[in-house]
């Protein structure tokens, strides 16, 4: 099994967004996403932005341009990254959404084979979000007709998504409603947990700080509480919008085995 490191771009954003407290200092995020090649498929975890809202300004509304300025993306949109591996979208067999936010489900639609993964909430939420979520929610990009596996939170906690312990799937919720993160247990690696957004940065992980964008603070901080628990047992913890670790993390072509 591979793990692949991908980044759709940079937002330009401000730190109170993702520490608490933080406002007005500069700073400038990845928009990370990940491809996993199992032996039964390919599984995208994420997928960036929509190549198509994300350069249309007039798609974007003014609280997101307020929040982040319109990014930088070099050759990052999924499709790319994938022909760059010689990957077809046909060959993707799973997406699996760790929240419903723009700069995490664009990919929605693009593969025709895949199953897409989602919490049943986070889909129930991204369809009618209250006003002050609005905003980093584009419908154009999820509101589609795809194959989609609804799972119910805690019930479906701990997912293996093949059956085999490879890729466990987490309900970490706080961020939103629905958001979930990724364990991939690697063969020739530590465990490495894919966190996205229920855990911003490593500020937020190792002085347990909860982030300026929140929808629910107490669940965010379970989620820490948890994520912090498995770092202590060897766990590998990629925080969704670092730029200093994501700096030091191998990035595709190359890969974690």
């Known amino acids: 099994m ?21 406002d007005g200092i500069k700073f400038d995020v990845p928009v990370p996403y990940f491809l996993i090649q199992h032996e039964k498929g390919y599984v995208l975890f994420d997928s960036g932005h929509n190549k198509n809202t994300i350069t249309n300004t007039k798609s974007l509304n003014s609280v997101i341009l307020d929040s982040f300025c319109p990014a930088e993306f070099g050759d990052g949109f999924v499709l790319e990254s994938l022909k760059n591996l010689g990957v077809s979208p046909e060959e993707i067999v799973y997406h699996v959404c760790s929240h419903l936010h723009f700069d995490h ?50 019930k479906d906690n701990k997912y293996d998504l093949f059956g085999d312990g490879k890729l466990i799937i987490y309900y970490t919720p706080g961020h939103t409603p629905g958001t979930q993160s990724l364990l991939v247990n690697l063969e020739k ?69």
Request: charged residues 25%.
């Open 105 to 154: 489900a664009g990919g929605v639609g693009l593969f025709p084979n895949a199953t897409y993964v989602v919490q049943e909430e986070e889909l129930l939420f991204a369809n009618s979000p209250p006003p002050a979520m609005e905003a980093v929610y584009f419908r154009e990009d999820f509101d589609k007709e795809v194959k989609w596996l609804k799972l119910r939170g805690n």
């Open 2 to 22: 591979k793990l692949y490191v991908m980044q759709c771009g940079v937002l330009y954003s401000e730190k109170g967004v993702f520490v608490k407290g933080c």
């Open 189 to 257: 690696s530590p465990p490495v947990l894919l966190a996205q957004d229920a855990c911003f940065t490593e500020e937020n992980l190792n002085e347990q700080k909860l982030p300026g964008a929140v929808n629910n603070g107490e669940q965010y901080m379970e989620t820490l509480k948890i994520f912090k628990k498995m770092q202590d047992n060897g766990v590998k913890i990629i925080t969704g919008h670092d730029p200093i670790p994501w700096q030091g993390l191998k990035k595709s072509p190359e890969f974690y085995a």
